[in-house]
């Protein structure tokens, strides 16, 4: 997602607003597909402080995921601050500031960024799911397995024997 900010590069306006949408591409992040549900919301400010264009804003994305624990797909909502610092000019010791060789700023990089920093580490469909059955692999969520569950593991098997009446 390309957005044009030659007038403040420029110096011709001092600030710029934008609110915008656009289809988000997906992405694979850590083995696992991410997809967008709908198009991405991107709302903020530029700002001109100098050489430097301070952006200000959010973006808002519901995503698709896969639970880690049944691994049936779920839609996750995300609103996400965003702040980004970019310059024409490549002499900053800054490293937090972006620099830009166009007068487009491409902010498709910023948000996956963005949005992988902001993806919880366990994506969970609700946090009362129960998972998978370790042993036959069904979907505990939506039906009982009759499996054996007593398995015990096999170093820690003669401690069984410390308490004969349990």
């Avoid at 402080?49 to 909502?77: H, M, Q, W």
């Avoid at 601050?81 to 491409?106: A, C, G, P, Q, Y």
């Avoid at 994506?123 to 059955?133: A, D, F, H, V, Y």
Wanted: charged share 35%; glycine share 4%; with cysteine.
């Amino acid at each position: 997602m390309l957005v044009d900010i030659s007038d403040l590069i420029w110096k011709k306006i001092k600030k710029k607003e934008i609110n915008m949408s656009f289809e988000g591409k997906k992405f694979v992040f850590d083995g696992q597909k991410i997809t967008f549900v709908e198009p991405v919301m991107l709302e903020g400010i530029f700002t001109m402080a100098g050489d430097i264009i301070n952006y200000d804003g959010k973006v808002k994305v519901t995503l698709r995921l896969v639970c880690s624990r049944c691994l049936e797909n779920f839609d996750y909502p995300l609103e996400i601050e965003i702040h980004e610092r970019f310059s024409k000019l490549d002499n900053t010791e800054d490293n937090d500031i972006i620099v830009i060789d166009d007068d487009k700023v491409d902010f498709s990089p910023i948000i996956e960024d963005n949005i992988i920093l902001s993806l919880p580490i366990k994506k969970l469909c609700n946090s009362k799911c129960k998972g998978l059955c370790p042993v036959c692999g069904t979907n505990l969520n939506y039906s009982k397995c009759k499996c054996e569950k007593d398995e015990i593991d096999p170093r820690l098997a003669k401690l069984k024997y410390l308490f004969p009446d349990n």
